[in-house]
């Protein structure tokens, strides 16, 4: 009796046999006729692009629709693509325009009213011109160098209608202008020059001891001032032309027009 090893060598050969004999009646031979296994995804799409290549345009059409990354948008909508972005940067621009016209009517719109402000933020008149009240009083206490004793810093609200100003003064201790409303503000320091307050521009510093005053370029304008150490109408001086026009002779013009 043949053991199980050799009953399955012949079982193997009994098989090769049979395949050869096939090969030959089919005439494929040698490595060829050797069983067929699945083709890897590569050796697929290689084949499918082979097989377009042989037939007509409309196996190629197929397969570059099957190939990956060949997704292709139609010529027609790309065109679509191309005016509607170009409808939205031509509609953003208009956008941008009226945004602009906008805030200009706005603005003219917001002009201060002098009496109406003055009225609803209780300002009274200020010695050297215009309307202010004070909005805040450090309750901090300073001992200054000199032995006066100050508050930290106070604030005010002034007001300085359109064909007023703010005639020349000088203070002991620093200032700083804020622009809150209304039209432009021309703020002049003497030995310093002068500063444009407005919207865009809405700070300026006027170091303690230095002249200084101010006017509207056209219509009112609402600022606040910060002094620190804080004010005290003590430490306030209003200038006189004599003085100021002989310390400043080039803007001597200028000292007299803002001195009534």
């Not at 079982?11 to 090769?16: I, P």
């Not at 890897?40 to 990354?69: C, D, I, N, V, Y």
């Not at 209780?122 to 004793?149: A, M, N, Q």
């Not at 930290?152 to 200032?175: F, K, N, Q």
């Amino acid at each position: 009796m043949a053991s199980p090893r050799r009953r399955r060598r012949a079982a193997s050969r009994t098989l090769v046999r049979l395949h050869d004999r096939a090969a030959e009646r089919s005439g494929v031979r040698g490595a060829s006729a050797r069983p067929l296994r699945r083709a890897p995804a590569q050796g697929r799409q290689a084949a499918a692009a082979e097989g377009a290549a042989r037939g007509g345009p409309a196996e190629r059409r197929s397969a570059a629709r099957r190939r990956p990354g060949a997704v292709r948008a139609p010529r027609s909508s790309a065109r679509l693509l191309v005016s509607a972005r170009r409808e939205t940067a031509v509609g953003r621009a208009r956008g941008r325009g009226a945004l602009a016209q906008g805030a200009g009517r706005q603005r003219k719109e917001e002009a201060v009213n002098a009496e109406e402000t003055a009225q609803r933020l209780g300002l009274i008149p200020h010695p050297e011109g215009g309307f202010y009240r004070e909005t805040f009083r450090s309750p901090i206490r300073l001992r200054l160098p000199d032995g006066r004793v100050r508050r930290a810093s106070t604030a005010i609200h002034y007001l300085l209608p359109a064909g007023a100003h703010s005639r020349w003064h000088r203070v002991t201790s620093d200032e700083i202008w804020h622009h809150y409303d209304g039209g432009a503000l021309r703020l002049y320091r003497l030995g310093l020059g002068e500063v444009r307050l407005s919207r865009s521009e809405p700070q300026a510093v006027v170091p303690a001891g230095v002249w200084q005053a101010a006017e509207p370029e056209g219509e009112a304008v609402l600022v606040g001032c910060t002094v620190a150490p804080g004010f005290e109408f003590e430490d306030f001086a209003l200038g006189e032309a004599a003085e100021l026009v002989r310390e400043f002779p080039g803007e001597e013009a200028l000292i007299r027009r803002l001195l009534g």
